[in-house]
T-cell receptor
Framework: EPEVTQTPSHQVTQMGQEVILRCVPI?????FYWYRQILGQKVEFLVS????????KSEIFDDQFSVERPDGSNFTLKIRSTKLEDSAMYFC???????????FGEGSRLTVL | AQKVTQAQTEISVVEKEDVTLDCVYE???????LFWYKQPPSGELVFLIR??????QNEISGRYSWNFQKSTSSFNFTITASQVVDSAVYFC????????????????FGQGTILTVHP
């Protein structure tokens, strides 16, 4: 069964460092998303991406965040200068059409020290 | 702005009991979608169901059933004859159409309900 894969599964970084989280969406999907879940809290929308551009972003997704689909298969989330409060599980998701039936990856846990 | 409330933080049942997870939502849109996702201990989010705002028919899928009531803005989820493998965090979520119907992938999640099924 096709699935969304994310790497790394866990990354530990120092505050102020740049982090790139990688995702391989399901191959025929057209819409891509990043969500995050701070430990014990709700899952929050960060950004959606379609046709090689951001289609929507939340207030969490500030200038420190960026997304890219560099090669037609990977979908990356970059955090330029990490803060302690960026510690969370980051979920990548993809969908074939924009109806909210998102397929999520297993998440990348980011720990900022 | 939309909001999803799952008032039950944790529920604990014994295997074979039926359990209902509550979800109440707020939205100003007339067109929206409602969802349930399951997050097992392994951490991924597993899609369970999507319902659009025009379809209030209840749905049953095996041991799972969903009751959508627009009058009370609720979308409750019942597991019949629960099993240990049902133990997980369950999230209710809402998406609104937004401008030009483009925002369906932007989900607003509830806080989640931790379900523990004991043998």
């Amino acid at each position: 069964e096709p699935e969304v894969t994310q790497t790394p599964s866990h990354q530990v970084t120092q505050m102020g460092q740049e982090v790139i989280l990688r995702c391989v969406p399901i191959s025929n999907h057209l819409y891509f998303y990043w969500y995050r879940q701070i430990l014990g809290q709700k899952v929050e929308f960060l950004v959606s991406f379609y046709n090689n551009e951001i289609s929507e972003k939340s207030e969490i997704f500030d200038d420190q965040f960026s997304v890219e689909r560099p090669d037609g298969s990977n979908f990356t989330l970059k955090i330029r200068s990490t803060k302690l409060e960026d510690s969370a599980m980051y979920f990548c998701a993809s969908s074939w059409i924009n109806t909210g039936e998102l397929f999520f990856g297993e998440g990348s846990r980011l720990t900022v020290l | 702005a939309q909001k999803v409330t799952q008032a039950q933080t944790e529920i604990s049942v014994v295997e074979k009991e039926d359990v209902t997870l509550d979800c109440v939502y707020e939205t100003r849109d007339t067109t929206y979608y409602l969802f349930w996702y399951k997050q097992p201990p392994s951490g991924e989010l597993v899609f369970l169901i999507r319902r659009n705002s025009f379809d209030e028919q209840n749905e049953i899928s095996g041991r799972y059933s969903w009751n959508f009531q627009k009058s009370t803005s609720s979308f409750n989820f019942t597991i019949t004859a629960s099993q240990v493998v049902d133990s997980a965090v369950y999230f209710c979520a809402l998406s609104e159409a937004g401008a030009g119907g483009t925002s369906y992938g932007k989900l607003t999640f509830g806080q989640g309900t931790i379900l523990t099924v004991h043998p």
